[in-house]
Nanobody, 117 residues
Framework: QLQLEESGGGLVQPGGSLRLSCSASRFTFDYYAIGWFREAPGKEREGVSCIGSSDGVSYYAESVKGRFTISRDNGKNTVYLQMNNLKSEDTAVYYC??????????WGQGTQVTVSS
């Protein structure tokens, strides 16, 4: 069973930055693709970014492209989401999830990101 834990959320002013971390419990972490999702009040959960298991190929939603950067450190079993130039519409609970095949089977508990002045 893969366990994921997010950290790094908080309150930041518009234009500020945060770095989220997603730490995994298993040493086979590098076999899994990792995605970041977010859920804002009253909205459906949406995919933000993901990174491949072995090739490190990344994907970004249009709304965050150019502002967010995903990366992974397999030696530390951790995936990062660097978020720059944050906007109020980025306010949400951010979740990381892992998939070995086509479906994200494992999810973290989420971390709150609030962008407000």
């Amino acid at each position: 069973q893969l366990q994921l834990e997010e950290s790094g959320g908080g309150l930041v002013q518009p234009g500020g930055s945060l770095r989220l971390s997603c730490s995994a419990s298993r040493f086979t972490f590098d076999y899994y693709a990792i995605g970041w999702f977010r859920e804002a009040p009253g909205k459906e959960r949406e995919g933000v970014s993901c990174i491949g298991s072995s090739d490190g190929v990344s994907y970004y939603a249009e709304s965050v492209k150019g502002r967010f950067t995903i990366s992974r450190d397999n030696g530390k079993n951790t995936v990062y989401l660097q978020m720059n130039n944050l906007k109020s519409e980025d306010t949400a609970v951010y979740y990381c999830a892992a998939r070995y095949g086509m479906v994200y089977d494992y999810w973290g508990q989420g971390t709150q990101v609030t962008v407000s002045s």
